[in-house]
């Protein structure tokens, strides 16, 4: 019976010393667990906000141009720049035609 008294003063004691830390322990557990639908949702809102913007500059003699146009992704906004920046299809003669595609909002 010793043993057994023993065993469950010691279980007591290391309760009464670490009881703390274990309840905040479980509480954040439990809380993470509860809020965890929340971030996912947040994440997936999020995703789904982010836009490719094509940006398109043009300069020729003193005048300049600049215009930023929604795309689908990144290779329709690259082909679009590309479009954009080509010689062929240069309405100006003289100039200087650059793009950038960015993610944003």
Do not use: D
Not at 42 to 54: C, D, M, Q, T, Y
Not at 71 to 90: A, I, L
């Amino acid at each position: 019976m010793y043993w057994k008294e023993k065993l469950i003063h010691e279980a007591y004691e290391w309760w009464k010393n670490h009881r703390k830390i274990i309840t905040f322990s479980a509480v954040l557990i439990i809380f993470g667990w509860y809020i965890n639908p929340v971030i996912k949702q947040a994440r997936i809102h999020n995703e789904k906000e982010k836009s490719i913007w094509l940006i398109i500059h043009s300069s020729a003699n003193e005048s300049s141009f600049s215009a930023k146009i929604e795309m689908k992704g990144f290779p329709q906004c690259q082909e679009q720049g590309r479009r954009w920046r080509s010689p062929k299809r240069s309405y100006l003669r003289e100039g200087n035609r650059s793009f950038i595609c960015l993610e944003g909002k």
